[in-house]
């Protein structure tokens, strides 16, 4: 157990933020579970949860083993542009200018705008697509994204 947790230590903090979400989120399910099991004798009615535990507790393990391997690949560049929504102005996706190419990653779920000139870090599997598109290359899935965006006090 000690040993798992100095290897959790040792992966970089927006992986072991994604991998502690998505364990939570297991566990919370389980609970739910468990407590639906003694409730609720209808196998129907809790066997959603128990696939959702499976599933986000099965992902947690995979994104540590992925972590603990080295299969994963840190691109740091500098965004140079986002594209927003028409209607409700969330992020599409960014640009990212790294020493020698310009990429371009879709954003997925909610996230705060990162203005143009913000250090980001992405993670992306040794095994994920890359496209080329005009000389730009796209990325539409990551493991964690971090940008060192500076906060006015």
């Known amino acids: 157990m000690v040993l798992i947790i100095e290897a959790f230590k040792l992966i970089p903090p927006p992986l072991q933020k994604q991998t502690a979400i998505r364990l939570g989120i297991g566990a919370v399910f389980v609970v739910l579970l468990a407590t639906l099991m003694i409730i609720v004798r209808y196998i129907y009615l809790w066997l959603p949860c128990a696939a959702a535990a499976v599933f986000y507790i ?48 879709s954003i997925h779920g909610r996230s705060k705008a990162i203005p143009s000139g913000t250090p980001i870090v992405l993670f992306i599997s040794k095994n994920t697509p890359v496209y080329e598109r005009d000389g730009l290359y796209l990325i539409y899935s990551y493991l964690a994204i971090e940008a060192q965006v500076k906060r006015k006090l």
């Open 58 to 105: 099965t992902s947690a393990f995979m994104l540590f083993k992925l972590c603990i391997s080295g299969a994963y690949v840190a691109v740091s560049g500098v965004c140079q542009e986002a594209g927003f929504t028409a209607i409700k102005k969330r992020m599409k996706y960014i640009v990212l200018q790294t020493e020698d190419r310009r990429i371009q990653v």
